[in-house]
């Protein structure tokens, strides 16, 4: 006796090829472009097989036309080629539509660089503000800032931590990577490993994650602290510092941007950011916004 199984989306094929901190972002990208094509329903039911060559340029060009970024328009297009290919392997178009798919060209264009790299005065200022409250909030937020500072992780990798990936005794951290499923070891500099035995002495030795959220008692509740609250803690923390609007991954190019200052070379640096493609890594560096930034203080009267 056999049983059928529910053939599986191209949609949803392509979706669990992906990263799972990526896979919300894709799915509103693809309903955007759906909503250009006049696609009406769930993207899982939606007939994907049918798009053909002009459908894809209809969106870019309809993306170009609504001033969307080159990067937005680029990363569409990925997903469409994405879903196409996700097709080809259901055997629901053949090699020449997917071949003729793929030949859709990216849009080009340079937009400015995104976010801002702190500088050395306001990383003090910004651990300061931590140091300066005592309670176990400010020795959580001192040791997640210094560890963001010191090894550029990602939220979602934050998150991911438990209490016995840092060996306080060699100063290695073990890293489960949001993006590509990888692994991989950081040894933390000797300020920020400080900081986080600090962190953990006051969290105590309870299995579980290595940053917990907090309530108002006081009491480190044991569960782990989201990606919104980290967020969260950054903005409250740059307030206070009074050092600007500031964001998470704002640690992070600043991460990229003192290494290479410090004459890291781009792969050793790519390598210590996690990133798989060198291109990648070359977007973090704020070297020459800090640059303009001195030059313009020089004229100052």
């Given at each position: 006796?056999?049983?059928?199984?529910?053939?599986?989306?191209?949609?949803?094929?392509?979706?669990?090829?992906?990263?799972?901190?990526?896979?919300?972002?894709?799915?509103?990208?693809?309903?955007?472009?759906?909503?250009?094509?006049?696609?009406?329903?769930?993207?899982?039911?939606?007939?994907?097989?049918?798009?053909?060559?002009?459908?894809?340029?209809?969106?870019?060009?309809?993306?170009?036309?609504?001033?969307?970024?080159?990067?937005?328009?680029?990363?569409?297009?990925?997903?469409?080629?994405?879903?196409?290919?996700?097709?080809?392997?259901?055997?629901?178009?053949?090699?020449?539509?997917?071949?003729?798919?793929?030949?859709i060209?990216?849009?080009?264009?340079?937009?400015?660089?995104?976010?801002?790299s702190?500088?050395?005065?306001?990383i003090?200022?910004?651990?300061?503000?931590?140091?300066?409250?005592?309670?176990?909030?400010?020795?959580?937020?001192?040791a997640?800032?210094?560890?963001?500072?010191?090894?550029?992780?990602?939220?979602?990798?934050?998150?991911?931590?438990?209490?016995?990936?840092?060996?306080?005794?060699?100063?290695?951290?073990?890293?489960?990577?949001?993006?590509?499923?990888?692994?991989?070891?950081i040894?933390?500099?000797?300020?920020?490993?400080?900081?986080?035995?600090?962190?953990?002495?006051?969290?105590?030795?309870?299995?579980?994650?290595?940053?917990?959220?907090?309530?108002?008692?006081g009491?480190?509740?044991?569960?782990?602290?989201t990606?919104?609250?980290?967020?969260?803690?950054?903005?409250?923390?740059?307030?206070?510092?009074?050092?600007?609007?500031?964001?998470?991954?704002?640690?992070?190019?600043?991460?990229?941007?003192?290494?290479?200052?410090?004459?890291?070379?781009?792969?050793?640096?790519?390598?210590?950011?996690?990133?798989?493609?060198?291109?990648?890594?070359?977007r973090?560096?704020?070297?020459?916004?800090?640059a303009?930034?001195?030059?313009?203080?020089?004229?100052?009267?």
């Amino acid at each position: 006796m056999s049983t059928k199984t529910e053939p599986i989306s191209p949609v949803t094929l392509y979706l669990e090829n992906l990263a799972p901190t990526g896979r919300r972002s894709m799915r509103c990208t693809l309903q955007t472009a759906a909503n250009i094509l006049g696609f009406m329903g769930d993207l899982e039911t939606l007939p994907w097989q049918q798009i053909e060559y002009q459908h894809i340029a209809s969106v870019r060009n309809t993306l170009r036309q609504h001033g969307k970024a080159s990067n937005t328009i680029n990363l569409t297009l990925s997903a469409l080629r994405g879903v196409a290919k996700a097709c080809f392997h259901l055997k629901l178009v053949s090699a020449e539509q997917l071949l003729t798919i793929n030949s859709i060209k990216p849009v080009r264009g340079q937009r400015l660089i995104s976010g801002r790299s702190l500088t050395s005065n306001d990383i003090q200022k910004l651990l300061r503000v931590c140091k300066q409250d005592k309670s176990p909030t400010g020795k959580r937020d001192h040791a997640l800032i210094s560890l963001m500072l010191a090894t550029g992780l990602r939220r979602s990798e934050i998150t991911s931590l438990e209490h016995h990936d840092f060996n306080s005794k060699n100063g290695l951290l073990d890293v489960q990577s949001s993006k590509g499923n990888k692994q991989r070891q950081i040894y933390l500099n000797p300020d920020c490993r400080q900081s986080l035995r600090q962190w953990r002495n006051q969290r105590g030795n309870a299995d579980g994650k290595l940053f917990n959220p907090i309530n108002k008692a006081g009491q480190i509740v044991n569960k782990a602290l989201t990606g919104q609250s980290i967020y969260d803690i950054v903005q409250q923390r740059a307030i206070a510092a009074q050092i600007g609007v500031l964001r998470p991954h704002d640690l992070r190019r600043t991460f990229v941007t003192r290494l290479l200052e410090a004459g890291v070379d781009l792969n050793t640096t790519r390598q210590l950011a996690g990133h798989s493609d060198i291109k990648t890594t070359a977007r973090y560096d704020l070297r020459d916004q800090k640059a303009q930034r001195r030059a313009i203080q020089l004229l100052s009267y």
